[in-house]
């Protein structure tokens, strides 16, 4: 407030300053231009005269020609006594040097004489130094005016020539000559007093354009160049002008005088600027004091209201703290440094029942009950010596012997030095709440009915157990009891029977275990037992045999002789080295056995069969996860006719390009999802795979069929018509007639009806089907019978081992002469090497598939293998051989 109070007053005065000083400025111009205006029109003036004072002079003295003039015309020529007669001109008209006459142009008479003699006789006319106004007298018949010149015998002179004109014969006149007057410009000047503008302080020229140079030519005043900023008076002469320019010789204005305008100007700001400073100073000067005065007063009076205020706090704080200290509903004592009670209130004397007086100089070891460990106040003390506060809960004992439960807090009372004057003692009773707690857990740990350990404290147990039981190197059973037919007394009796057994039952079953063991209520009619120390695995048989009779023996309630049984499901730890909560799940599924099994008995749970349902599982969740990853491959094996030596189509065969453990045959991974969805999902992807390769095939001009595996889940698919559609319409360049649907004989075709009903379906959209490994099914015939199928292929195992095993190679045989009877083509799998090949011929299959004409391969190795298998002179020998006869078209 202060500070912009200063800051206004700066301003302002800083304003005035300012304008003051543009106002004095706009004055000063102001006046100055009157100034300069003024001195101009006075100068002009004086010019003026000057100017008219030569004009004058040079006029009268120039009249002197036309008097002579008039002599001469007078005298028709002839002018008596001239010296006589200029004498008496020349002191008429003033300012004249001579006076001369030059009939026909040609000076024959001057007067004075003396000193002009060089003149007599001069043509003014034939002169070409003087002619010029000579001839424009003549032309213009009027006086004409020459120079000023030097004239030779020093000084500046102007001449004056009047032509003059007698009358002629016919009366026109005629020319005569001239009349002539020399003026002096010295004496012109003198005469018109042009001096005197010196003398008042002007400085002049008076000057003419000379009229062949057309140079100014200064005649009179000051010489040079022409002045700064004169006024100018031009001034008539005959035939001509010239001009007076006047100036000041200080010029039109003075510096001394800008200066000291400005200086008053400055300083007529800088007073104004201070007056108003000054004036308004005052009141903020006034202001500022008053203010400082007014806070030194607020200060004072807030310091003493703070300290009113201090002391009326430490008045109340005082009444509060004896009030506290009274009234408390917590037990306070307070003792001096070592220990000493000095004063206790009222709810201490309630809660130990000790009187003030019957402790007053007591120790409170007094109240100690005993069941706190030296090591507990040790720990207390330090606690105090080191932070000066202790609190934690403490048992002590009542004046009436009771022990009871106190939350207690001490604080040491220290002086200013830091030495510890005094401890208060705080505590409240929290016997019941201790209490409350207390019944609380066991609400929290145990069932209400039967008064067994709950789920809660079974989970805590087990835990420990299993810790002891790894300890020490034996193991332990978990139990899971369910009752049979604990529901059908429930709903024949009422609950209150029910309750009524189950808390007869656990008591039973109790009696059955031995120290140690854990009886447990989870629930309804389930019960959880845990046998530890098992010495042996089949430790627990006979605890199992005593929980079975103790369940099944009739209990009596009010008059009912009521019967039950349970079923027990059973796992051992560390056999089943699995974590509590799933030892408890494991019992559970063995119990559900035992259940599933007819009930009143028990199931040990299977660890082998469990971790290979696992196995199963997880491989199951790789394969799900391989086939999202794209790491299936398919791989062909070549379908060749021996005869023709000819490629005539592939057999797509799956395989797993597995990042850890390489490439894997279908048997690593397909017997794992043989029941599973995704085994379809598979097989749909080998579909479209196949597919997609073989339009690619066409599309490069190879004309083979694919043949694709297709699982018996698959076919059995309600949709497998529909689905198979789907793909082959997204496959539309790929010609259904080449492709084909191999179908494992051995395959538990379930149902041979709806399998064959698939099969024509599917047939119809013009794929062509093929019955696998024929000949290894129990029921060929039965099949060939009903399965509307194109090919039979004949099974590895029969074709392999035909060289060497006369039974193969019948059946080899009958396949072919079966396949031959009901019109079905017929293939060889299995064809290991042209030695096959050779026995195939003989039996008249040309068809064949086998390692010995090649292994599968990926499809961009297909024609590389071709031209290799062309070339090869073991096959190429086999065809040659084969009877023409024989030869079937395709
Ligand atoms: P498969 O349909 O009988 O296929 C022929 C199997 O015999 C192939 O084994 C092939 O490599 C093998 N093999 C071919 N020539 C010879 C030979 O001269 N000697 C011997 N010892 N074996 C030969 P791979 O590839 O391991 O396939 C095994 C089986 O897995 C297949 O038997 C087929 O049932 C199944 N499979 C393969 N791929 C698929 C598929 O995409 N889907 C389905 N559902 N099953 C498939
Ligand atoms: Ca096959
Ligand atoms: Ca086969």
């Known amino acids: 407030m202060k500070r912009n109070g200063n800051l206004h007053v700066w301003l302002l005065a800083a304003l005035v300053f300012c304008a003051t000083l543009v106002v004095g400025g706009l004055l000063r111009g102001q006046v100055e231009k009157n100034h300069l205006l003024e001195s101009r029109s006075v100068a002009k003036n004086l010019a003026h005269a000057s100017a008219h004072a030569i ?22 020529g002839r002018v008596d006594d001239f010296d006589a007669l200029c004498r008496q001109l020349i002191l008429t ?34 002169d070409n130094a003087r002619n010029k106004e000579a001839r424009l007298a003549l032309a213009t018949h009027k006086l004409t005016l020459a120079g000023p010149f030097e004239l030779v015998q020093g000084g500046l002179a102007v001449v004056g020539r009047l032509p003059v004109y007698l009358p002629g014969k016919a009366g026109a006149p005629s020319f005569w000559g001239f009349t002539t007057a020399l003026v002096l410009i010295p004496d012109l000047l003198q005469s018109s007093q042009l001096n005197r503008l010196g003398e008042q302080g002007y400085r002049y020229q008076l000057w003419r354009i000379h009229p062949d140079t057309r140079q100014r030519q200064i005649i009179a005043g000051l010489p040079g160049p022409a002045l700064e900023a004169p006024v100018d008076t031009t001034l008539e002469v005959p035939i001509g002008s010239w001009t007076l320019s006047v100036e000041p010789v200080q010029g039109w204005s003075s510096p001394a005088d800008s200066a000291w305008s400005l200086l008053a100007c400055v300083s007529m700001a800088a007073l104004l600027a201070l007056l108003t400073h000054t004036l308004l100073m005052q009141p903020v000067r006034l202001r500022r004091q008053v ?10 009076n807030a310091q003493l209201a703070g300290e009113i205020e201090e002391r009326r706090k430490a008045e109340e704080s005082q009444r509060l703290a004896a009030n506290v200290f009274t009234f408390a509903r917590e037990a306070i004592s307070i003792t001096d440094a070592q220990g000493t009670i000095i004063d206790v209130n009222a709810a201490f004397s309630r809660i130990t029942g000790y009187e003030r007086a019957e402790v007053l100089g007591k120790n409170p070891r007094m109240l100690q009950s005993g069941r706190q460990s030296r090591a507990y106040y040790q720990a207390m003390w330090r606690s105090l010596t080191d932070s000066g506060y202790w609190a934690g809960e403490i048992w002590n004992r009542r004046k009436n012997g009771e022990v009871f439960a106190e939350l207690l807090t001490i604080s040491a009372v220290k002086n200013a030095e830091g030495v510890t004057q ?28 039967t008064d067994l350990p709950n789920r809660t404290l079974l989970a805590d147990r087990l835990q420990q157990a299993m810790a002891q039981t790894q300890r020490r190197g034996q193991s332990l059973a978990v139990a899971y009891l369910d009752l049979d037919g604990f529901k059908t007394v429930n709903d024949t009796h009422g609950h209150a029977v029910g309750d009524e057994l189950l808390v007869a039952l656990a008591a039973r079953l109790m ?7 854990t009886l447990s209520r989870i629930g309804g009619d389930e019960f959880v037992a845990i046998l530890v120390d098992l010495e042996s695995v089949s430790a627990h048989e006979t605890v199992l045999l005593r929980l079975l009779e103790a369940a099944s023996t009739p209990v ?24 509590a909560d799933q030892l408890m799940r494991h019992a559970d599924q063995a119990m559900y056995i035992a259940k599933q099994g007819g009930k009143n008995r028990y199931h040990l749970f299977d660890v082998i069969q469990d971790s290979a349902v696992k196995t199963h599982r997880e491989q199951l969740a790789q394969i799900r996860a391989a086939l999202h990853k794209g790491e299936f491959v398919l791989y062909y094996q070549p379908k060749v006719d021996l005869q023709l030596g000819r490629l005539v189509g592939v057999e797509a065969l799956i395989r797993w390009q597995s990042p850890q453990a390489g490439l894997q045959l279908p048997g690593a991974f397909l017997p794992a999802i043989e029941n599973d969805i995704t085994a379809i999902d598979l097989g749909e992807w080998v579909i479209a795979q196949a597919l997609h390769q073989l339009s690619e095939w066409h599309a490069a001009g190879l004309q083979i069929s694919v043949s694709v595996n297709i699982g018996a889940r698959q076919l059995q698919q309600a949709n497998f018509k529909h689905r198979l559609a789907r793909l082959m319409h997204l496959h539309l360049k790929v010609d259904p007639t080449y492709v084909e649907l191999e179908i494992l004989e051995t395959s538990a075709l379930e149902d041979i009806e709806q399998a064959s009903q698939a099969i024509r379906d599917c047939r119809a959209l013009g794929v062509r089907f093929a019955l696998d490994d024929f000949g ?3 029921s060929s015939l039965t099949y060939l019978k009903h399965l509307p199928v194109e090919v039979l292929k004949i099974d590895s195992s029969f074709v392999s081992d035909m060289l060497d095993d006369p039974d ?18 017929v293939i060889a799998e299995g064809v290991e090497s042209v030695a096959h090949g050779q026995a195939l011929r003989q039996l008249g299959c040309r068809m064949a598939q086998g390692f010995g004409i090649a292994r599968p391969m990926p499809a961009a190795e297909l024609l590389a293998w071709q031209l290799r298998w062309d070339a090869d002179p073991g096959w190429r020998a086999l065809r040659q051989e084969w009877p023409v006869s024989q030869a079937a078209p395709l």
């Open 55 to 76: 004009e004058e002079r040079l006029g009268r003295s120039l009249s002197a020609t036309y008097a002579l003039a008039a002599v001469v015309a007078q005298g028709n």
């Open 93 to 126: 008209f003033g300012g004249i040097s001579n006076l001369q006459l030059a009939p026909g142009g040609v000076v024959a008479a001057i007067s004075p004489l003396a000193g002009n003699e060089k003149a007599m006789g001069h043509n003014l006319l034939e």
């Open 291 to 300: 203010a400082l005065r007014t806070q030194e007063l607020e200060q004072a």
């Open 422 to 449: 005094n401890y208060v003692a705080l505590f409240t009773d929290i016997t019941p709440m201790k209490e409350q707690q207390k019944q609380l857990e066991h609400i929290a740990h145990y069932d209400a009915l």
């Open 511 to 517: 009696a059955t275990l031995r120290e140690g063991d």
């Open 556 to 579: 009596k309630i009010k008059g009912l002789s009521l019967q039950v049984s349970v079923s027990i499901g059973l796992t051992l730890y560390p056999q089943d080295n699995v974590s």
């Open 776 to 778: 290894t099914g129990y």
């Open 808 to 825: 193969d190679l019948s059946i080899v045989r009958g396949v072919v002469s079966l396949a031959e009877a009901f019109g079905r083509e």
